[in-house]
């Protein structure tokens, strides 16, 4: 009897391996025949067809497995299997825990540390599945720790971060609004430290604007659905006061193309903004700038500031403001990311993001995978290995932390002082090691809107302003088809030559 089961059941797996085959072996050869040019009804079979592949293998191994599978563990790993085939950084599927993250930083509020998270969903021997601090939020516990975008949080009270989820990354940092959470944060390659934040209730400001003498400085750390307006209110609040502008880009991975369409509107009268091109013509769009949204006059003398962090949105800015010839680029080259996605929610609290098009500058240049060298080139020093190490080393002391603690109060002279002893221990410039300890003094205040101690690119900027001939420097700036042509001309010339 028992024998006669088993046969039953292992003709029924042959009857099921054989329909499975035999779906596959038709289609195949279906395919093989078709000419390469497929009509749209030939086109609409083949993916009839491929559906039905697909549904014929989640069947079989439902019923022949050896062990039972979890339905929602297939339905996963075949749409990130998809997006994954499309070889593309910036098309992911959004398990239900990356959909919950990308919702927390961009709406509302909420409790906890204010660190915009990444984390690889593979944990491989070689590239620990870490969580990759993002961006931190203006004024939170993780901007005033002086935590910083591109460092890895591989520790949360201990627990390795590489073995959680998302999910429970995002519940260990959160919690009741006051108590403490230790993280591990490692910067670079050498650098691995401690910092103990104090959860708070977290809001995510996108504008921060204030005079600095007769500058009005603009900080944006993302495009928001309400960031256009903000920057209004700032302008219209200070329009009375200011002679330049600054807008400070750097750090700011992107958001909504149309908040930074509409904010270029602002200072741009005429001519494209931006342009989104996509494998479907009558999706492509053009932005064109519109005198009667124009804020800013065009004498007003406005620089923007840009990184490596700048990224999507602060590019389409900085390129339109570039091309237009209404800005002078300062900092470091940005981002490169000359793309548009747009996040889709699946019925199953999941969802997904694709590429659907590219966008270009009002030149025509689009700069994905490139960037846009800013006009002026400033840069940070980097650490030299004796300075990582004394700054490994202070950080996850609490050194800094116990000397202000005991001297409260501290103002820039206290500051000062006490930044040159430490540095009869700590090897690091006298600029740094200030930065440190005003971080630490600052925890429990409002963070400043600047720090010109300590910011190098911000004083730059004002230094242009102040010394030099802001109108000759724009009149000898390239826009970015100008500079394309010449990387193109010397990546030619390099290749000859190999």
């Known amino acids: 009897m028992e024998k006669a089961k088993s046969s039953r059941h292992g003709f029924k797996r042959t009857l099921s391996f054989i329909f499975f085959y035999a779906v596959v072996s038709v289609f195949a050869s279906q395919c093989f025949a078709q000419s390469q040019a497929l009509t749209a009804d030939q086109k609409s079979q083949r993916d009839r067809q491929y559906l039905e592949i697909i549904n014929s293998l989640y069947y079989y191994i439902q019923q022949n497995y050896i062990d039972e599978v979890d339905a929602e563990k297939l339905y996963e790993g075949a749409l990130k299997g998809m997006i994954d085939s499309l070889d593309d950084p910036y098309s992911q599927y959004l398990s239900k825990d990356d959909w919950r993250s990308l919702s ?4 509302g509020t909420f409790g906890g540390v204010g660190l915009s998270i990444t984390k690889p969903t593979e944990n491989k021997p070689d590239k620990p599945a870490y969580v990759e601090v993002a961006q ?6 993780g901007a005033k720790a002086g935590i910083q975008p591109g460092d890895f949080i591989i520790k949360i009270d201990g627990v390795d971060t ?35 934040l104090i959860r708070a209730l977290i809001e995510n400001p996108t504008v921060k604007a204030g005079m600095i ?8 750390s993302e495009f928001g659905s309400t960031t256009a307006d903000k920057v209004k209110d700032a302008l219209d609040k200070y329009r009375r006061n200011y002679k330049s502008i600054i807008l400070d880009l750097r750090n700011n991975g992107g958001g909504l193309l149309t908040s930074a369409y509409n904010i270029a509107d602002m200072f741009i009268d005429d001519g494209v903004i931006v342009a989104t091109k996509s494998r479907i013509a009558y999706e492509n769009s053009v932005y064109t700038a519109s005198k009667r949204n124009t804020e800013v006059p065009g004498e007003i003398p406005l620089i923007v500031l840009i990184n490596g962090a700048s990224a999507s949105a602060s590019e389409i800015l900085a390129g339109a403001l570039k091309d237009a010839h209404r800005a002078y680029l300062v900092g470091e080259k940005s981002f490169g990311k000359g793309s548009v996605q747009i996040p889709t929610p699946l019925i199953n609290n999941d969802g997904f993001k694709i590429t659907v098009a ?44 116990k000397y202000v603690e005991d001297h409260p109060g501290m103002g820039e002279v206290a500051i000062a002082s006490y930044a040159k002893e430490l540095q009869k221990t700590y090897k690091l410039d006298l600029r740094t090691l200030r930065k440190l300890v ?25 230094g242009i302003f102040a010394e030099e001939d802001y109108d000759a420097l724009m009149s000898q700036a390239k826009d970015l088809k100008q500079l394309e042509t010449e990387r193109l001309a010397k990546e030619s010339q390099t290749a000859k030559a190999e």
């Open 438 to 462: 005003r971080n630490e003094v600052q925890r429990t205040q409002k963070s400043p809107l600047y720090d010109l101690d300590y910011d190098l690119q911000l004083n730059a900027a004002l």
């Open 162 to 196: 590489s073995t959680l989820t998302m999910n429970e990354v995002l519940d260990r940092l959160r919690g009741t609004v006051g108590e403490p959470v230790t993280v591990t944060i490692k910067r670079g390659k050498k650098m691995e430290f401690d910092c103990t």
């Open 358 to 401: 590219k966008y270009y500058s009002p030149t025509d240049v689009n700069i994905d995978k490139v960037g846009i060298p800013p006009d002026r080139e400033v840069a940070y020093p980097e650490f030299s290995d004796e300075e990582s190490e004394a700054f490994s080393t202070l950080m996850s002391s609490d050194t800094i932390e």
């Open 136 to 141: 931190p939020i203006d004024d939170s516990p």
């Open 104 to 107: 927390d930083k961009t709406v």
């Open 213 to 220: 003498r007769d500058t009005l400085y603009i900080r944006l």
